[in-house]
Every structure is written in structure tokens, then in C-alpha cells.
């Protein structure tokens, strides 16, 4: 079993930056991918970006490329998202996700086997 719980969410104008970070309970962190989602009320959750168990391969949407970024401490059992130049756009509840041990993170939520609680981003224009 993994818990997973975002932090750093919070409100920003556009073009600016703000950290997300996961922390992820138990001992196998490391042979999970990791990754980020995205949901707006009314609308289907959307995937921002994951980050693979092994190579640290990383793979974005298009909607996010170039501006954010991924990334893994294993020691520490954390993945961040380091979102920067922020549009309005962005606003949404981001979620923190990792599919069953060793199995490919894909773009597809119901590949995700657990699930933090959320965490509000709000970008004003």
C-alpha cells in the first residue's frame, strides 16, 4: 500500500512559478513511476507529466512542455513538479499518482493504482 499527499499548491498570477511536491509512504518508492494529474470541476482529470522508476525517463503533455518540470528523490520517497511561467490555464486541482509496482505510468488515470489528495493551484490573469 502507498499514500501519497501533495503539498505547495496555492494562488499566482500568471507568468509565475510555483513547486509541487508529493511525499510517498512505504519502502518501494522507488520501483513506482510517478505522476502528475490535473482536474478542473466539470471536466475529465488530465495528465501533466510522469517520470519513469528506473532511467528517470520523463514524459510531458504537450499543454506543459518546456514549462514544467518532473522530477524524483528516491532517498527521500518525493516526486516535485516545478511549474514555472504559469497561465491561467493551469488552474486546477493537481494530483499526485503512481500506477502498481514496476507497471508503465501511461497518460490514462485509470492506469493508477493510488491517489493523493489533491492540491489547489490558481493562477489569476
Known amino acids: 500500500q502507498v499514500q501519497l499527499v501533495e503539498s505547495g499548491g496555492g494562488l499566482v498570477q500568471a507568468g509565475g512559478s510555483l513547486r509541487l511536491s508529493c511525499a510517498a509512504s512505504g519502502r518501494t518508492f522507488r520501483s513506482f513511476d510517478m505522476a502528475w494529474f490535473r482536474q478542473v470541476p466539470g471536466k475529465e482529470r488530465e495528465f501533466v507529466a510522469v517520470i519513469r522508476w528506473g532511467a528517470g525517463r520523463t514524459y510531458y503533455a504537450d499543454s506543459v512542455k518546456g514549462r514544467f518540470t518532473i522530477s524524483r528523490d528516491n532517498a527521500k520517497s518525493t516526486v516535485s513538479l516545478q511549474m514555472n511561467s504559469l497561465k491561467s490555464e493551469d488552474t486546477a486541482i493537481y494530483y499526485c499518482?503512481?500506477?502498481?509496482?514496476?507497471?508503465?505510468?501511461?497518460?490514462?488515470?485509470?492506469?493508477?493504482?493510488?491517489w493523493g489528495q489533491g492540491t489547489q493551484v490558481t493562477v489569476s490573469s
Open positions: 499518482a503512481a500506477p502498481r509496482p514496476y507497471a508503465t505510468g501511461t497518460p490514462a488515470p485509470l492506469d493508477y493504482d493510488y
